[in-house]
């Protein structure tokens, strides 16, 4: 089935780095969300982007939306060693259920 | 605090036993969902609620089942469990089906041996 494929898989950085994560999709979506999954946590939802966005910002979040290319990135500037987590892109293919990626570990090193 | 609730946080099953996960929310959500989270695979839909009353097949629905009796409750039943339902498993709502951001529970961490 068609989902968001987030790329790096792992990325390490230390603190006070940016933090930059890909989102390549396949099909036509309504909508791309952001989700962080902090280690034997659930899924908390970061930022909703619509497919007539291209760019939106929530605190030290930037993300931004290209359908043309299918494709979306997550930034997080000024990391902290409490953005240590796995992040998720999550596609709303029309007329169907939100599908998820299979993530990018993030650790930030103090 | 408002938020989904799933119990129990981890369980150890025999093969061939019949397991339910229990999830409740106190948003009035709508619409309600089951994920299975896997190395490697990331998270799956197994099943999904729209609304009190209907259910749906996701992703891999096979050897699950649900039922949605009222708004705030969505168990999930293993009806006989296979050692590749070893896995952790996340109930979801949404105020509203298709896009909507989800809330998550913490999850249930199943293994079958």
């Known amino acids: 089935s068609q989902q968001g494929e987030e790329d790096p898989q792992a990325l390490s950085i230390q603190e006070g780095e940016n933090a930059t994560m890909n989102c390549s999709y396949k099909?036509?979506?309504?909508?791309l969300q952001w989700y962080r999954q902090n280690s034997g946590r659930g899924l908390v939802h970061l930022i909703l982007i619509r497919s007539n966005e291209r760019e939106k910002h929530s605190g030290r979040l930037r993300v931004t939306l290209d359908t043309s290319k299918k494709s979306s990135s997550l930034l997080i500037t000024a990391s902290r060693a409490a953005d240590t987590a796995s992040y998720f892109c999550?596609?709303?293919?029309?007329?169907?259920?939100?599908?998820f990626g299979k993530g990018t570990k993030l650790t930030v090193n103090p | 605090i408002a938020g989904i609730t799933q119990a129990p946080t981890s369980q150890i099953l025999a093969a061939g036993r019949r397991m339910t996960l229990r999830c409740t929310q106190d948003m009035r959500h709508n619409a309600m969902y089951w994920y299975r989270q896997d190395l490697g695979l990331g998270l799956r839909l197994i099943h999904y609620s729209n609304t009190a009353g209907t259910t749906g097949k996701g992703e891999v629905p096979d050897g699950y089942s649900v039922s949605r009796a009222n708004t705030d409750d969505f168990p999930l039943t293993l009806a006989s469990a296979v050692p590749s339902q070893t896995s952790v498993y996340f109930c979801a709502s949404s105020d509203r089906q298709g896009g909507s951001p989800l809330h998550f529970g913490n999850g249930t961490r199943l293994t079958v041996t």
């Open positions: 099909t036509s979506i309504n909508n």
């Open positions: 999550a596609t709303d293919p029309l007329m169907s259920r939100l599908v």
